[in-house]
């Protein structure tokens, strides 16, 4: 099963990645406001897996935490909860306002 078993996953792993190119891939853009596009997409990945991976830490460290004082716990949720996701989010929006005023000024449009 050793051969047989890693061939099913590799062979369906290089069809999926011949995908990734050519002229409608997302993956692969061509042109300046697609470039733009795709990297505003990568920028917001990021900042929503930031989001995600700290909530998830937060998460697991509450669940594992049971004696901890209500005012550390108060803490916790503002600061680490809020206070840290609207600042990834404030960061992200800046970014896509800043990016969208340089599409419209390269576009020609307004």
């Not at 990734?20 to 891939?25: F, K």
């Not at 108060?74 to 996701?85: E, H, T």
């Not at 306002?97 to 307004?110: C, E, F, K, N, P």
């Amino acid at each position: 099963m050793g051969r047989i078993g890693t061939a099913g996953p590799a062979a369906s792993a290089a069809l999926t990645l011949v995908g990734c190119d050519g002229p409608q891939s997302a993956l692969d853009p061509a042109g300046y406001d697609a470039q733009r596009l795709a990297d505003l997409f990568w920028v917001m990945l990021v900042g929503a897996l930031l989001i995600w991976i700290g909530v998830m830490v937060l998460a697991l460290y509450a669940a594992r935490r049971r004696d901890a004082p209500e005012g550390a716990a108060n803490l916790l949720i503002l600061g680490g909860g809020v206070i840290f996701s609207v600042a990834i989010l404030t960061a992200l929006l800046f970014y896509g306002l800043l990016l969208m005023g340089q599409l419209r000024a390269y576009s020609g449009a307004g």
